[in-house]
């Protein structure tokens, strides 16, 4: 996992989480992490595949994409991620 621009093994995690100087610093990085991996990249490929949809088939995906009732959830949380 990278952390901070390091590469991290998943063992060292652990030590890392005990260390009281640096607990706040990896748990955020770690959360960041998984947030990115689980919402912000799933939902950028699936806004970017219907909308690949929409032009080459003229369908109306996007639209039916953005009135799901978790998209504007999803959408909030991916921005928090992408931006800090």
Known sequence: MKVLDTWVSYSDV??????DAS?????TD???????????????????????LDRAAGSAMVEKL??????????AIRNRVSHN
Do not use: G, K, M
């Not at 652990?14 to 260390?19: G, M, V």
């Open 14 to 19: 652990a030590t890392l989480l005990e260390q």
């Open 23 to 27: 607990r706040f610093s990896i748990t």
């Open 30 to 52: 770690l959360v960041l992490n998984q947030l990115h991996a689980l919402v912000r990249v799933p939902f950028e490929l699936l806004s970017d595949y219907y909308e690949d």
């Open 66 to 75: 953005r009135h799901a009732d978790w998209y504007e959830y999803a959408r």
